[in-house]
């Protein structure tokens, strides 16, 4: 498959993910679950970070080092999402998300592996997924980032006609969100690890995705930060070869900015239109259920803009 760079240019010193200041660590949501403490030292799902090393000597400090090396490249479960699916494989680029660490439940990590061989599967950037043999021949929503996945799971029972592809790098939400799938017997859902950015571009066919979502992605709020929101003229490009004609791409956020950057560049498109009457925002449809991040925003007074744009 033709290589599409969302950012072909490598990622200059400050640009990188792994780059730490006091904007809080994102994923490609933000869920509700205590941030990371602001080192990389750790790759999705894992918990491992390179201890303290003052005044401890070298051949120690070689030896930490190594060892949380090896963690980041080694699956957290046996059968499980894979700590860096990609690896090597694509170029450096800005990223619109950083791995969470958190700890994983009991009952998460039974889910994670039992059920991931069955539905779950690692962005490796190495092969083109089939849908219709994935899904059973269903029409498939994405969905990049999910944060514990009750959302996800609602959507998916409230529709069991649709197949949804929900895409994150948080171990404990893909965990919880597999599990949900199992005790409700929802069996429209599959869960994809790593970058959604990678699977677009070289994992799916074109015209293949009846739908994609996008519901809190992280606002990235200061001005330095801002190429780094996922909502961007290049991904509308990414995202519009990968839809079908009249698919909807479907955005909520409650970060007011974000929202007008969203409005701004999905109104400037040539291949969106917006489905909204007033060229504005739309009213929450029924199906995007109330989150507990959503209602714990609206408790605070945020205001929560959906964007519904259809794919000419």
């Known amino acids: 498959m033709v290589s599409e760079p969302l950012n072909p240019s490598p990622a200059t010193p400050g640009d990188a993910a792994a780059e730490t200041d006091s904007t809080p660590p994102s994923g490609t949501t933000r869920p509700t ?21 003052a005044g401890i ?11 949380a ?12 999402p894979a700590a860096d699916p990609a690896g090597s494989h694509h170029e450096r680029r800005i990223r619109s998300f950083q791995p969470r660490r958190s700890r994983v439940t009991p009952g998460q990590q039974d889910a994670l592996e039992r059920l991931w061989p069955k539905w779950g599967l690692d962005i490796d950037g190495l092969r083109v997924l089939d849908l219709p043999e994935l899904f059973d021949g269903l029409p498939v929503v994405l969905e990049i980032g999910f944060g514990m996945g009750e959302a996800t799971a609602q959507m998916a029972a409230d529709d069991p006609g649709t197949g949804i592809l929900a895409v994150d790098v948080h171990t404990p939400g893909q965990g919880n969100l597999l599990g949900l799938a199992d005790r409700n017997g929802m069996s429209n859902i599959r869960v994809a690890n790593g970058d959604a950015i990678i699977l677009l571009r070289e994992m799916l066919e074109p015209d293949a995705l009846d739908g994609l979502r996008v519901y809190f992605p992280d606002p990235w709020p200061k001005s330095r930060h801002h190429k780094r929101r996922l909502i961007q003229p290049e991904f509308l490009d990414l995202a519009a070869r990968r839809l079908k004609p009249g698919a909807v791409l479907h955005c909520a956020t409650d970060w007011e900015p974000y929202a007008e950057q969203m409005l701004e560049v999905l109104t400037a498109h040539p291949r969106f239109e917006n489905t909204a009457a007033d060229g504005g925002y739309a009213p929450r449809p029924a199906f995007r259920p109330l989150t507990r991040f959503e209602g714990q925003g609206l408790d605070k007074g945020h205001v929560v803009h959906d964007l519904l744009f259809a794919r000419h």
């Open 33 to 53: 679950d205590p941030p990371s403490t602001g080192t990389d030292a750790a790759a999705p799902g894992t918990d491992a970070a390179v201890p303290a090393t």
């Open 57 to 67: 000597p070298a051949e120690l400090r070689a030896a930490a080092l190594d060892r």
């Open 69 to 80: 090396r090896r963690l980041r490249q080694e699956p957290r479960f046996p059968g499980g």
